[in-house]
């Protein structure tokens, strides 16, 4: 219980920011008409590519004789970038096309 | 200073991810939107290759600073470079039709970078337990969405068409599911030194992520895919919580959570619960189907010109576009009918079901590519009441969302999912390839129906010839 306690107090503010993201996250999707649901899925997918930040981070603090890890890491960025340019493109294009019309 | 600076280059990022999320929601800023998000990756990307500082604590304790490699730097450009050539050219280059599991596809790719980063840190951080949850977590998260995003691909190309059931799956999965937290969780108290056991963790999770999807039929993929898509989000937001990085942090938390009211608003739109979707695994005949009451009645067929001249005296004609006309490449061929029509003063509108194509929205992306005017796009609560004032309604590759027994057969498997009434309107004919039943794998009574004609054939030729007897008409 102590430790439990302990650990929300030395994170509240990670604690306040999650919640508080996840409500802006539920905000930001509400409303939205049927037909782009299909682009926000897409527009989404390209926004967790954000994880590439983190692999970028690891690759920075690796050790350059550790062959394996190197492997790993610039594996890992090379997904993360397709999940992000791939990602973004593609909503481009889908938006691209409603856009046209107007 | 570098430091302070790379925090603004986060900060920058998370609110444009807010605001481009946000602009994203209304058709008239939605392109702009993407854009800006877009922008926001690239500023936390290059800040964090150029601004990131790596401070490792020497022997007295004190915090100095250790250059990064040259290697390294090639190996991240080289990566990043290769990605980006990659990730566009596909993105250019797939068909709109194979979109869905193209998002799919990068979702995955996503999934897997979270488990990556995972099974490289847990060496160095196992002796603290935060950092520690945060890598697990984020790598059993990953790894599922990674092998269920591969599978979700393979069942939307058509490589993986049946839904595979072992006995009694759902026991199955569960017990997996148990399996994968337990030993997570017991990775997390022991923290075993060496890779063994990680990768085993690893392994078990992937295996889950295939069992987790397998099972459901190619027509919930959407839902699928939208899932997974926040689980991705969480890997994300729990890579965040390791490197304490607040951009990882909002980006993900946004996915997971923005992805989650995107799903269930999906299920919604089927009228069926999430648990329904996982767990209830119809779609392509599985024990659900075959049900109700057997009232069937004969088919009647309908010829391309009985159909022209049927179309040409008609007052209003409401086109129900499906999946089957994406298949096809349709979409250009009824733009060109409808424009047929309207210019024999042949009042014309689509009819877009919720869940038409393979992704709410999907319908009306493809038939945007092919010039069909948005106004002409009618929802389905818009379009259902003016059936009753429909001459023809030409339903073309749809089969479920038109299936009456949404509405009346309590013991179907889609029973309470909202459909297009079509069975109002004067005349119904319905183009498919052949008589096989929908992706829910459930008859269709529409086709018995009395008003109802069948108009066999792919939906591209049938419709090029239905075009060209049009036009000998006059």
Partial sequence: ?102 | MTHHLLEICYLIGSVTFIIGMKMMGNAKTARRGNLIGAAGMIIAIIGTIFLHENRVENIDGVPTEVPVSATVYGLIFGAIGLGTVIGWMTAKKVQMTKMPELVSMFNGMGGACAALIGLMEYEQNRNQTGALIAIIAGMVIGSVSFSGSIIAYLKLNGTMNKPIRLPAYNIINTIVMIGVIGFAGWMVYASPAGHVMLYALFAVALVYGILFTVPIGGADMPVVISLLNSFTGLAAAFGGFLYDNYVMLTGGILVGSAGTLLTLEMCKAMNRPLSNVIFGAFGGGGAAAGTGPDVKGSIKDVGVSDLAVMMNYSKKVVIVPGYGLAVAQAQHVIHELEMLLEERGVEVKYAIHPVAGRMPGHMNVLLAESNVAYEKLVEMDDINPEFDQTDVVLVVGANDVVNPAAKSDPASPIYGMPILEVDRAKHIVVNKRSMSAGYAGIDNLLFYDQKCSMFFGDAKKALTELVAELKTMD
């Fill in chain 1, 1 to 102: 219980m102590e430790t439990i306690l302990n650990f929300i107090d030395a994170h509240k503010e990670m604690i306040y920011f999650v919640i508080l993201s996840i409500f802006v996250g539920v905000e930001v999707i509400g409303g939205v008409p049927t037909v782009l649901h299909t682009p926000l899925m897409s527009g989404a997918n390209a926004i967790h590519g954000v994880v590439i930040v983190g692999a970028i981070h690891v690759m920075l603090n690796v050790n350059p004789d550790n062959i394996l890890a190197l492997i790993l890491g610039s594996l890992a960025v090379l997904l993360g970038t397709l999940n992000v340019v791939g990602g973004f493109v593609v909503t481009d294009r889908m938006l691209e096309m409603f856009k046209k019309k107007k």
